[in-house]
Nanobody, 124 residues
């Protein structure tokens, strides 16, 4: 089975930076989602299995960067210029086998495996 483990969450001041890592057991197309209390899980970013394509939610584009190191089976979400509204539990997710257009990978339904989540809190 595919296993995903997030790490790197914590408390940061508004305007600061934080990097999240997802350690995986294999290299699939990957995504990051977040969920704030009382809200639906929200798409953040996705990256193709070879790292050649990325796609971001409008709310984070220009501030967040998704990347991967397939030799280490790791996906990283670099978060800069953080805002209080970025506060949420962040989850990494993976999709196996058949490729889909990257713009369709904003839906949680297109992922097969999920990590346990890591808390990110941005203070004002």
């Amino acid at each position: 089975q595919v296993q995903l483990v997030e790490s790197g969450g914590g408390l940061v001041q508004a305007g600061g930076s934080l990097n999240l890592s997802c350690a995986a057991s294999t290299n699939f197309a990957m995504g990051w989602f977040r969920q704030a209390p009382g809200k639906e899980r929200e798409f953040v970013a996705t990256i193709s299995r070879d790292g050649s394509s990325t796609y971001y939610a409008a709310s984070v584009k220009g501030r967040f960067t998704i990347s991967r190191d397939n030799a280490k089976y790791t996906v990283v979400l670099q978060m800069n210029s953080l805002k209080p509204e970025d506060t949420a539990v962040y989850y990494c997710a993976a999709r196996s086998s058949v490729r889909k257009p990257i713009v369709t990978m904003t839906s949680p339904a297109n992922y097969n495996y999920w990590g346990q989540g890591t808390q990110v809190t941005v203070s004002s």
